[in-house]
């Protein structure tokens, strides 16, 4: 990503508020972006990478695995920071239409369960519906799938923890928001960070290839 002179400003405001913290300083540029995105540094204390997500996300995108998407904002989000890198395929589980929330949830748990048997080794991004992440956990559960990675931040008060609980104790490689909070907003500046993270890792050889 290009930075303009305002969002460098930005960050290092972020930089000097933040105060503590214990974040590598891969996991700490996927903060800064969340917390950038959305205005809220409360993310800082909510967001929880498990072990070698990151470099088990930056590997998949480097092999250009597939990215599941259960929202077109998402999708619309980070595609051309994809198309700039390593141009993996996206899918979203819904199509552009105007959904009501119930529509939402019921269309995008389907299809993930449809594309999440396509595409077993896939990078998921679960933004809005917490259905879908249940879905998902499902087929992760039966072992019918083993994805990448997987990104979670689904807002929600009922039982979205519990779904949240249940991606920290899949042991698959995950990014999530823990808490009621959450959004495609989140999501998008998470794959846009990992992206910028594998390409600085991993584009250069493709460059010289």
């Not at 400003?9 to 700490?28: H, M, T, V």
């Not at 999708?75 to 819904?94: D, E, L, M, R």
Request: hydrophobic share 45%; with cysteine; net charge negative.
């Amino acid at each position: 990503m290009e930075w303009q002179i305002t969002d460098a400003q930005n960050l290092a405001l972020i930089d000097r508020e933040i105060g503590d913290y214990k974040f590598s300083p891969a996991q700490y540029e996927i903060v800064r972006r969340v917390i950038y995105a959305t205005g809220d540094f409360e993310y800082k204390s909510l967001i929880r990478f498990s072990d070698r997500a990151l470099p088990a996300g930056a590997a998949a995108l480097a092999a250009r695995s597939t990215i599941i998407v259960d929202v077109p904002m998402v999708q619309v989000g980070i595609t051309s920071h994809i198309q700039k890198t390593f141009a993996n395929p996206v899918y979203c589980s819904v199509e552009g239409h105007n959904w009501s929330t119930k529509e939402l949830s019921t269309s995008a748990s389907g299809e993930i369960e449809t594309l999440a048997r396509r595409y077993p080794e896939a990078i998921f991004a679960i933004s809005q519906g917490q259905a879908a992440l249940t879905a998902l956990l499902e087929l992760i559960e039966a072992e019918e799938i083993r994805p990448a990675l997987v990104i979670g931040t689904p807002a929600g008060f009922i039982d979205v923890d519990v779904a949240k609980q249940r991606l920290n104790d899949s042991n698959v490689p995950h990014i999530r928001i823990d808490g009621r909070k959450g959004s495609a907003v989140v999501a998008t500046a998470i794959i846009n960070g990992l992206v910028e993270l594998a390409w600085q890792a991993y584009g250069h050889d493709d460059d010289e290839n």
